[in-house]
Structures are given as C-alpha cells and as structure tokens.
C-alpha cells in the first residue's frame, strides 16, 4: 500500500444505515433492473405471450434478490472480509457434497436440492474463491508477489475446487472458475512472465486434456467444429439458433412474433438461448443494445473496483466483474457459435431461480465493496480478513 493510499484512509468514514442506503450506486441498480426487465420481456414471449410459466417467477425473484442484494450492500466489508475463508470453506464442502448426494443428468452430479430449489455449488464457490483470494493478496506487496512461495496456497486454493468441479465433471464451470481466479492473481500483481508460463503449460497440456475429456464433451467440440455433421442431432441447437438470429434481420421480427421461437424449433428458448429470442424479435440493433446493457454493468463492477481505497475492495470487485462478463461471454458466444455449446444462461435474462440469487448475492458484495469503499483496512494491510 503507497503512503499516499494510507493517508487517504487514515480517517475511517463513519454513517449508520441511512447512510449507507444513501451511498449505494442507485444508477448500477437501475442498470441491474433494466437487465432484469428485459428478461422478463423475453421470458413473457418465451412463454407465449404469458406471465407464466417463466416471466411471474422471474420477476419475484429479482425481487428477492435486490433485497438480498441490498441486505449484504449493508454489511460492512470488513466483516464479510473476515468471513471470505469460511465462505470458501463451505463452497468446496458443498462440492464434496454434490459428488457424494448430488443429481444432473448423463452421469454429471452438478445439483443439490435445498429449500425446494436445485443449487449448482460451483455457481457459490466462483464467489467465495474470488473472496478468499482477495483476502489473500489485499495484504501483499509487490515484492511478496514475486516470491513463488508466497503464490502456492492461494494457487491450490483454486486448483481444488477445480479438480471436484471437473469430477463433476462440469469442463465449461472449471475453466471459467480458473480464468476468474487467474484474473484476480493478475490484478493483485503475480508477474507477467509467470501468465506467460501458465499460459504455455496449458497449451501444451490442451492435447493429453483433450484425450481425457467424457464422449459427449469431445461431441460438442466435433459439433462446434462442424454442426452440420450432425443437423439433425448433436449440431441441431446451434443450427437453429443461428437460423433464428439471421431471421432478426435489422430491427427484428416484432414482440412476440418469433418463428424459430414460437413454432419451437428453437431449444431451451427460456434458458440457454435466451439472447437468441430475444434477437430474433427485436433484430440487431436489439441485440446490440443488450450486449450495451450488459457491457455497461461489466464496466460499472470494475469502476467500483478502481474506485475502491482498499485492496480488498479491489480486488473483490474486479473479480466478481470478472465472473459476471464470464457468464455472458460464454453464453453470447455459445448461441453464436464461436465456442462449443454448454449449459450457462445469460445473468439476469434466462429463467433459473438459483442461478439468479447467485448472481445477486455477487452484487450484493459489489455493492458493499462501493459503499464502504473509503473504509482502512489497517495501514499496514495486517489485516487479511
């Protein structure tokens, strides 16, 4: 930490709960239920022009998710700090647990069942790594990120809950979980060299990876490679999503007249290939208008970060901006067809109660990393939560 950084934060601010309502970020709210309205709107055609089966539910759940949300934008971010190994602690005992108890389906165990809805713990456990990491490195300098030592617990702190994810196996989940961690590794310092390094192990692992992959993994490579080897079977999603894309045209086909989407050609219309409906009726400049949305809260997360006085803040905020454009790249990109097809929706837009109330728990610590942004987390950064 600079003399300068320490100066700033030598007087901690000091305001009661009104006056950490006033400091929340009511512009990012806005944004976050813009996002959430235009799912509602493509979840009410994915329904047939109904609330329900998908738009009514979708709406209560934001609902509870802003006030979850709000609730721990309260929470001083100390605390939550100090409780970030905890967190992570109960995100890998949740993956033991879904290996031992869990349910999914062609031989992956990715959910458990809790309060009458499906969890996915690896969803809980991207956030609680990105909190322990952060936890880790606020307190480290630039000469203790360049000691290899001082990089191995927090490097096994994101390689085993990659290894109980891949058992899963859940190949998609893992990968992402391990670009967010490398992510906040980056931010918080560790060398350009050692990226480098990493970046060559991995590919020059890609191929031995590759032979140990499950069939229907190596089936969706082959079909992202060639969809139309398989039209009618493996290739048959992203056929369609792409026909239903190009038939937007401009300015889109009209609300609720999506042929691709309404005849039924399109598959998992209310979940994965939400963005493509939605294209399909509103065109390009919709889309292009949605992907401005959702650029705009990935830039806000990580305006927060940059603004934030403590490197706790930093890099809490960064990394769960990080997992957030994670989403919506995957997805975007599955639906397009630039990378192989797998199961992420699109936050805040596909129909999914647990994915949604992950997704708000995220930006209820971005939104406490923004209100309590001037607080001193000691001068020295001894302490590391």
Known sequence: MSVLEKRLIREEPSFGLVGKLWRISWLYVLLLCALAGVGYVALYSAGGGSVEPYAGRHAFRFAVGLVLMISIAMIDIRFLARLSWLAYASGVALLVLVLKVGHGAKGAQRWIELAGMQWQPSEWMKIALVMALAAWFHKASWERMGNPLFLVPPALAVLVPVGLILKEPNLGTAVITCLVGAVVFFVAGMRWWKVVLILAVVGLAAPIGYS?????????????????????????????????????????????????????????????????????????????????????????????????RHQYGRLLAIGLSTNFFMYVFVNIAMVTGSIPVGGVPLPLVSHGGSAMIMVMIGFGLLMSVYVHRDVAFGEDGEESG
């Open 212 to 308: 140990h992959l499950h069939d229907y993994q190596r089936s969706r490579i082959t079909t992202f490679l060639d969809p139309e080897s398989d039209p009618l079977g493996a290739g048959y999603n992203i056929i369609q999503s792409k026909i239903a894309l190009g038939s937007g045209g401009m300015w889109g086909k009209g609300f609720l007249q999506g042929t691709q989407s309404h005849l039924n050609f399109l598959p998992e219309k209310q979940t994965d290939f939400i963005f493509t409906l939605f294209s399909e009726e509103f065109g390009l400049v919709g889309g292009l208008a949605l992907l401005g949305l959702l650029g705009a809260i990935i830039i806000g997360g990580v305006l927060i970060g940059l603004r934030c």
